[in-house]
């Protein structure tokens, strides 16, 4: 047995390390060998400490002396390597910002990898957005949704009063005159009821026509006023009633109330004379206005 021992080359190493003297007695290892001061392991191991050990995970060990570490966008998972080979690309969706890296790490959410190999993710554009990790691509944003900000996780839905109608909107619209919105997340506006009526960009309801004035079409932006000889009482009415007044004095002119269908006989002014002050007629308002404007005054009112 002695004579065997003294048989087997050991290295200085090896004498000054009796654990590796063990183990090249049981055979487990190969002698490292030395070149001058410097300890040389076998491929797949490292000097350290004055003994080899395993390769870290993140780098390959292929002359025995030092470790490489794998390069940015890739990994090695494993101890003991040998070759640069044992360093693999990241997966898309995942990336490695550094070079030795063990693993990589997952695209966060409003990010996005849709290579190999990757040293970063990239931000999710404008109208896009990825709520998962790891996500190989963004999703548009839907109808009725936007996203104005890259990097992105989630859509916005469009307020009321406001909509988008394509997919990917960096904005919603607003509702133009004569359309309203009552609800977030909208991909379009609806016309006003007929006897409704709005002016305004970005409505969230629709006015109601007032008495006097009606709208007979859908998606309107204001309401027409009743005719001659017509009248509505309520407010919201997509038509005017007819009036029943009688013109039987070719001197003069019935016209009747646009709010409650009065009627009220009417005659030229110059037939007064210069200076003669207008009689005004109870409930006419605006209406009345009107009449003395256009040089008809209103003489008395009579209910048909």
Partial sequence: MIRTLLRVRVCAAALAAPLLLMGLMLGLTGCPQSSGSSLVCNPGEVPNGGVCVACPCGSYCDDGRRATACAA???????????????????????SGSTGSCACTDCAPGTFGATTGATACLDCPPGRFSAAPASLTCVECAPGTFQANAGSSTCLDCDPGRFADQPGSLACDSCPPGRFQAFNGSSACDDCPVGTFTPLLGST???LCSAGAFQSSLGSSACLDCGTLTYQPSSGSSACLDCTCDDMDPMTTDLCSPVDGSCFVVSPATAFGPGTPALSAPGLGLFGLGLLGSGLVALRRTPR
């Fill in 73 to 95: 966008g890739s990994f090695n998972a494993n101890t003991g390597s040998s070759s640069a080979t044992d360093c693999i690309p990241c997966p898309a969706g995942r990336f």
């Fill in 205 to 207: 309801a629709c006015t």
